[in-house]
C-alpha cells in the first residue's frame, strides 16, 4: 500500500490539486525579473533606427520580418505572467502614443534589473519602489525644462515632415525624408478645417508589390486593388450606388425543382428573370447612376445591362473596404438592389482604372470635398517590407495625432535620457535615507536606453557615452547619439530634426516606472492547472500529455 505524503502545512494545503504556488522573493521575485530580462533582451537589439530584424513565425504559421516591437509583443506567445504583464504595458503605450513601445520595455527592464542588485545586497523592497516614485516624480518635473521646439502649424507640410522623420526613420531608416514627406501631405490633406479632432481612419493604405519605395506616392481618394468588371473603364463627375448583395437576379435560398410542362414554359421563365433584371438595372441609370459598387457575387447578364446602359461595375468582396469606401463618397450601403435616393448616392471627381506596376486598380479620386480621403500607395520588392512601410507610417500618422493635443517636442537619440540621467544622478545625492538609492540606479537605468542606441549603430559604447555624459554635464542637453561612424558617436539632436513627441516620454516613463514598481511589490504567486480539453495534433508523439507528466 502506498505511503500517504501529507501536503505542507498552509495556503498550498487549501489549494486544489496541480495548482502551483511560488512564495520567497527568490521564487516570485527574482524569478519573474529573470524572465522579464529575458524579454527585454530580445528586443534590445530592435531598438533604434539601426535596430535589427526579427523572424517571427506565429500559431498559424505567418512568418512576420520586422523591428517593430508592438508586432513582435503581439505575435510572441508568453506564457510567464510577469513577462505579460510587461508587455500589456508597452500595449498601453502602443494604444495611447503610438509610440515608445520599445522604450517601455527596455526602461521598465532595466529598472527590474537594478532594483535587483539593490535587493541582494539587502535594500527592502519598500525602500526600493519609494525611490523609483521619487525619481520618476522628479523626471516628470524636470520633463518640460528640456523642451527644444514645438509644433507650431499642424497644416505646414514642411514642418510636419520635420518633425515626424525621426518616427518614421526609427523603422525605415534611409527614407526617412521620402516616407514622412508622404505622412505629413496626406495628415495636412485630411485635417478638418475646424481643427477640432484628427480621424486616423481616413487615411487608408494599398500595397502593391514591385518597384522601390521611392515609387510610392499619394493618392487623393480611395485605391481598389481591383479591375473593372464590364468595358466601362473611365467615367467623370460619377454618381456611384454601393450595395452588400449580389448583383443580378434573386437566387433560391433552398434547392429547389422547377418542372416545365412544355417549351413555352421554358422560354416564358428564362424571358422573366432577363426582364427583371434589366428593370433593375434601367432603373438604375434612369437615376443616373453610372458607378455600381457590389460586394456579392456579379451574373453575367446583370453585366450584360450594365455595359449597354453604360455603367461601370466594381466588385468589391471586403465588407471594410466598402464601408471605407462609403464613407468617402458619401454613399449609404444598400441591402438590396433599388434605386437610392439622392442622399445615398456618392460622389467624387473620377472614378478610373490604372495599372500600378503590374497590378490594376481602380481609383475613385476626389477634389475639394467635404470629406477629405487619402490614400498612401506603398510599393516594395516583398510583403514583409511593404508590412514595415505600413508599420512605419501608421506610427507617423499616430504620432501626427498625439501632436495636436500637445505640440511639444524633446530631443531625441538619446538626450533626453541621458539628460534626465545626469540631472537626477546629481539630485539623488541630496535624498536623505535609502531611497537615495533607488533614485540612483533610476538614473543608470535611463543611460541603457542611449547604450543601446550606440551599441545597435556599431559604436564604441564605453567611449560615447563617456563622452555624451561629459557633454550633459556641460550643459549641452540636446546633444544625442549618431549613427554616423565619422562623426565621433554625438550630434545636436535639435539642429539635425531628431525630435521625440513630450507625451511619448512622459507617459513612457510614467507606465515604465508602475510596471516595475507593481512587479517589485509581487509577494506570491499562484498558478492553477490549465484547463483540460482536445488538443492540436502536432510532431510531437505525445501531443496528448502534459509537459510535467513525461520523464
Known amino acids: ?64 520580418h520586422t523591428s517593430h516591437a508592438a508586432t513582435i509583443l503581439r505575435e510572441l506567445e508568453l506564457e510567464n505572467p510577469v513577462a505579460c504583464l510587461l508587455r500589456s504595458a508597452a500595449e498601453t503605450q502602443e494604444e495611447e502614443t503610438g509610440d515608445g513601445t520599445n522604450f517601455v520595455i527596455l526602461l521598465a527592464g532595466a529598472l527590474l534589473e537594478n532594483a535587483e542588485k539593490l535587493l541582494r545586497s539587502g535594500l527592502p523592497v519598500v525602500h526600493v519602489q519609494t525611490g523609483y516614485e521619487m525619481a520618476c516624480k522628479e523626471a516628470l518635473r524636470l520633463l518640460p525644462s528640456l523642451v527644444c521646439h514645438v509644433l ?34 496626406a495628415c495636412v490633406l485630411v485635417m478638418p478645417p475646424e481643427r477640432t479632432t484628427f480621424n486616423p481612419d481616413l487615411i487608408h493604405f494599398c500595397k502593391i508589390p514591385g518597384g522601390g519605395i521611392s515609387d510610392s506616392c499619394l493618392v487623393e481618394g480611395v485605391v481598389i486593388c481591383k479591375e473593372v468588371e464590364g468595358t466601362v473603364k473611365r467615367v467623370e463627375r460619377p454618381r456611384i450606388a454601393v450595395f452588400c448583395c449580389a448583383f443580378g437576379p434573386p437566387g433560391l435560398e433552398l434547392k429547389s425543382t422547377v418542372i416545365f410542362e412544355n417549351a413555352t414554359d421554358m422560354k416564358s421563365y428564362t424571358k422573366g428573370e432577363e426582364r427583371l433584371v434589366e428593370q433593375q438595372v434601367l432603373g438604375l441609370a434612369k437615376a443616373s447612376i453610372n458607378v455600381v459598387v457590389v460586394g456579392g457575387k456579379l451574373d453575367d447578364l446583370a453585366l450584360f445591362y450594365a455595359n449597354r446602359y453604360r455603367i461601370l461595375v466594381v466588385q468589391v468582396t471586403s465588407r471594410m473596404e466598402l464601408q471605407n469606401l462609403c ?225
Open 327 to 551: 464613407m468617402a463618397v458619401g454613399a449609404t450601403l444598400m441591402l438590396d438592389i433599388t434605386v437610392p435616393s439622392p442622399e445615398e448616392i456618392g460622389h467624387c471627381r473620377r472614378v478610373y482604372m490604372t495599372e500600378i506596376g503590374s497590378t490594376n486598380v481602380v481609383i475613385f479620386n476626389q477634389d475639394n470635398t467635404n470629406r477629405p480621403v487619402a490614400t498612401i500607395v506603398l510599393r516594395g520588392a516583398t510583403s514583409d517590407m511593404l508590412d514595415c512601410l505600413e508599420e512605419a507610417i501608421h506610427d507617423g500618422i499616430n504620432v501626427y495625432k498625439l501632436l495636436g493635443k500637445d505640440g511639444r517636442l524633446l530631443p531625441g537619440a538619446g538626450a533626453t535620457e541621458m539628460a534626465l540621467s545626469v540631472r537626477l544622478n546629481t539630485l539623488g545625492m541630496y535624498f536623505p535615507g535609502s531611497e537615495q538609492y533607488g533614485v540612483l540606479e533610476f538614473s543608470q537605468a535611463l543611460k541603457t536606453l542611449p547604450a543601446t542606441l550606440a551599441e545597435n549603430s556599431g559604436l564604441r559604447v564605453n567611449e560615447v557615452m563617456a563622452k555624451l555624459e561629459v557633454q550633459h554635464q556641460l550643459g549641452t542637453q540636446n546633444t544625442g547619439i549618431t549613427v554616423a561612424l565619422e562623426e565621433g558617436g554625438t550630434i545636436e539632436a535639435a539642429k539635425e530634426g531628431l525630435l521625440d513627441p513630450f507625451l511619448v516620454k512622459q507617459r513612457g516613463i510614467t507606465l515604465a516606472t508602475q510596471m516595475a514598481v507593481t512587479l517589485l511589490g509581487v509577494s506570491e504567486v499562484m498558478v492553477a492547472k490549465k484547463s483540460g480539453g482536445p488538443k492540436f495534433r502536432g510532431e510531437n508523439p505525445n501531443w496528448d500529455q502534459e509537459p510535467d507528466a513525461l520523464d
Open 1 to 64: 500500500m502506498a505511503t500517504h505524503v501529507p501536503m505542507p502545512p498552509g495556503l498550498p494545503q487549501m489549494l486544489k490539486a496541480g495548482m502551483k504556488y511560488f512564495s520567497g522573493i527568490q521564487e516570485t521575485l527574482f524569478s519573474n525579473i529573470t524572465a522579464c530580462k529575458a524579454l527585454v533582451r530580445c528586443l534590445r537589439t530592435c531598438y533604434g533606427p539601426q535596430g535589427h530584424n526579427k523572424l517571427v513565425i506565429n500559431h498559424l504559421g505567418k512568418t512576420f
Open 152 to 185: 507650431k502649424n499642424p497644416r505646414d507640410v514642411d514642418e510636419v515632415r520635420w518633425v515626424l522623420q525621426t518616427i518614421v526613420g526609427s523603422k525605415v531608416f534611409g527614407h526617412q525624408k521620402f516616407l514622412s514627406k508622404l505622412v505629413a501631405k
